[in-house]
């Protein structure tokens, strides 16, 4: 049975992905532990005994994965929205997903051990963006998912949190990679892609101009230079790299610039203010500002939580 050292923050409520509806407790469980400590851009990460008697017409603001760690199985009775409830058992190990934005009642009968984990849908969309370069993924909800790898990957970032997540963000987004690979498997569905838009970047355009961006992430490149350095003006060249590259050319700089200084947030010595000029950004309150809009957390907390290794005695 996997389990959660009492090391992490304890908390007096149970649901980790916020909803809007009614929640009924109860009284006779112990507070659960969770790794809202490390502030994982994206992620949360749950483990205790449940405390949930009933959710009624609740809507998820993220992706939520729930596994019995229970030797018995637990049975649920749900209710999509306009619906009956429905029953379904969760024997040990297997687990259920509850996508963003579905409307759901649960009924609850028994206690039992488990973990928990949610995930912001825009994280979400980005990393399996990112691992399979292929049209984006709508998840449905599943119950009773047994025969994955999803216990296991949950039980990797649970032993992070134990050892106090010395393998760093870099390790949290490679497990939450795998992990949003499995979901996508086993609750996703493809959303149609949209029609290809027509004028975009030809490829060699394409091409130069992102190596320019990150040979260039430290200075101010202007669009005017890199349209000239395609051969378009910079109506044309703006209109064409959003159509090609989904984001206007300052929003994708914008993007590059924070993954780079948030990989260099997790070096050795690494100094915030140093980093902010590094990436290219004015000063360390408009890195600050632009990270947290982005991450969801400041680049202060992702320092304090860098891998170990890199700590200077």
């Given at each position: 049975?996997?389990?959660?050292?009492?090391?992490?923050?304890?908390?007096?409520?149970?649901?980790?992905?916020?909803?809007?509806?009614?929640?009924?407790?109860?009284?006779?469980?112990?507070?659960?532990?969770?790794?809202?400590?490390?502030?994982?851009?994206?992620?949360?990460?749950?483990?205790?005994?449940?405390?949930?008697?009933?959710?009624?017409d609740a809507t998820g603001l993220?992706?939520?994965?729930?596994?019995?760690?229970?030797?018995?199985?637990?049975?649920?009775?749900?209710?999509?929205?306009?619906?009956?409830?429905?029953?379904?058992?969760?024997?040990?190990?297997?687990?259920?997903?509850?996508?963003?934005?579905?409307?759901?009642?649960?009924?609850?009968?028994?206690?039992?051990?488990?973990?928990?984990?949610?995930?912001?849908?825009?994280?979400f969309d980005r990393l399996v963006?990112?691992?399979?370069?292929?049209?984006?993924?709508?998840?449905?909800?599943?119950?009773?998912?047994?025969?994955?790898?999803?216990?296991?990957?949950?039980?990797?970032?649970?032993?992070?949190?134990?050892?106090?997540?010395?393998?760093?963000?870099?390790?949290?987004?490679?497990?939450?990679?795998?992990?949003?690979?499995?979901?996508?498997?086993?609750?996703?569905?493809?959303?149609?892609?949209?029609?290809?838009?027509?004028?975009?970047?030809?490829?060699?355009?394409?091409?130069?101009?992102?190596?320019?961006?990150?040979?260039?992430?430290?200075?101010?490149?202007?669009?005017?230079?890199?349209?000239?350095?395609?051969?378009?003006?910079?109506?044309?060249?703006?209109?064409?790299?959003?159509?090609?590259?989904?984001?206007?050319?300052?929003?994708?700089?914008?993007?590059?610039?924070?993954?780079?200084?948030?990989?260099?947030?997790?070096?050795?010595?690494?100094?915030?203010?140093?980093?902010?000029?590094?990436?290219?950004?004015?000063?360390?309150?408009?890195?600050?500002?632009?990270?947290?809009?982005?991450?969801?957390?400041?680049?202060?907390?992702?320092?304090?939580?860098?891998?170990?290794?890199?700590?200077?005695?």
């Amino acid at each position: 049975m996997l389990s959660v050292k009492p090391q992490l923050v304890e908390m007096n409520v149970a649901p980790i992905s916020s909803a809007h509806g009614g929640i009924s407790l109860r009284s006779d469980t112990p507070p659960v532990v969770t790794t809202q400590r490390f502030d994982w851009p994206g992620l949360r990460l749950e483990a205790g005994t449940n405390n949930i008697a009933a959710v009624d017409d609740a809507t998820g603001l993220h992706h939520y994965i729930s596994l019995n760690l229970d030797p018995r199985p637990v049975t649920f009775e749900v209710k999509d929205e306009g619906g009956p409830f429905r029953r379904f058992v969760l024997r040990r190990g297997a687990a259920w997903i509850c996508p963003a934005g579905q409307r759901i009642s649960v009924r609850v009968n028994s206690d039992f051990h488990y973990l928990r984990a949610s995930i912001d849908p825009v994280y979400f969309d980005r990393l399996v963006t990112d691992t399979t370069n292929d049209s984006p993924v709508e998840l449905r909800r599943q119950h009773g998912i047994a025969n994955s790898q999803i216990g296991h990957i949950l039980g990797a970032l649970v032993a992070e949190s134990d050892d106090g997540n010395p393998g760093g963000l870099a390790f949290v987004d490679a497990l939450a990679i795998g992990l949003s690979r499995q979901l996508a498997l086993y609750a996703g569905v493809r959303k149609p892609r949209a029609a290809p838009l027509r004028g975009g970047l030809s490829a060699t355009a394409r091409r130069r101009t992102l190596e320019l961006m990150e040979a260039n992430l430290d200075v101010n490149v202007s669009v005017q230079f890199l349209a000239t350095e395609v051969g378009l003006s910079p109506a044309h060249f703006s209109r064409a790299f959003k159509e090609t590259m989904g984001l206007a050319p300052h929003q994708y700089l914008l993007h590059r610039r924070l993954e780079r200084s948030r990989r260099m947030l997790e070096s050795d010595n690494a100094v915030l203010a140093n980093v902010a000029q590094r990436a290219g950004f004015a000063d360390q309150a408009h890195f600050t500002r632009f990270f947290k809009r982005e991450y969801g957390v400041t680049p202060g907390i992702v320092l304090r939580n860098r891998p170990r290794s890199s700590r200077v005695a």
